[in-house]
């Protein structure tokens, strides 16, 4: 239960800071229309996710006694990890893009739902360890999810906050070095997953 609660803890830290097009809209439309609007936006996947996460699963659910379909979905998974680490471990500032159209929300919950990313998380990652814990307990289901979805719209509400009151704190080396970090973290879980996927693909 613990180990659950961390990795959806460290996930949600990290798909929330990670840099992509859901943070750049909550930081351009708090710079253009403030605080508030940019937590409309940081709100948006309480609302998207819920169908997303539902399909991911269904879809998993058919494949959940196949071996060899797990491993491939986990080593995606991983190399998905990896991906998205190097993109923290690369980054290296906050482009401010315009956007003088407030509509915040309708603009989050069209970015978050077009996004591919929601749904390569929960196929690759959030769907098989949701479907493995859950077999179990759903309360351990609910102790990844639930402080997964805390961080990933928690931190993007800091960030709303932080960017609303300073626009250099977002463009400091503190910033850019937890980006790095969390990096790091993310590829250590890509790793996690690949061992996964050798070991459904070998069937050991």
Not at 101 to 126: A, E, H, R, T
Not at 156 to 183: C, E, F, P
Request: proline share 5%; with cysteine.
């Amino acid at each position: 239960m613990k180990s659950l609660l961390i990795t959806g803890m460290v996930l949600g830290l990290s798909a929330g800071l990670s840099p992509g097009p859901m943070l750049t809209l909550v930081i351009s439309q708090t710079l253009r229309h403030g605080i508030r609007e940019g937590v409309k936006v940081a709100l948006a996947p309480l609302l998207t996710d819920t169908p997303i996460v539902l399909a991911c699963l269904l879809f998993l659910s058919v494949f959940s006694d196949m071996r060899p379909a797990l491993g491939v979905i986990s080593m995606f998974g991983g190399f998905y990890l990896f991906y998205l680490g190097l993109n923290s471990i690369r980054f290296k500032t906050v482009d401010f893009q315009e956007d003088v159209d407030p509509k915040s929300l309708k603009k989050g919950l069209m970015v978050n739902f077009l996004n591919p990313s929601p749904y390569m998380f929960w196929v690759s990652i959030g769907g098989p360890l949701v479907i493995k814990t859950s077999s179990t307990s759903l309360v351990a289901a609910a102790a990844f999810v639930i402080p997964f979805y805390l961080l990933l719209v928690g931190s993007k509400i800091v960030v709303a906050i932080v960017s609303g009151r300073s626009r250099n704190l977002l463009k400091s080396r503190h910033y850019t070095i937890i980006l790095r970090i969390l990096g790091l973290v993310l590829m250590g879980f890509g790793v996690m997953f690949l061992k996964d996927g050798l070991r459904y693909l070998l069937g050991g």
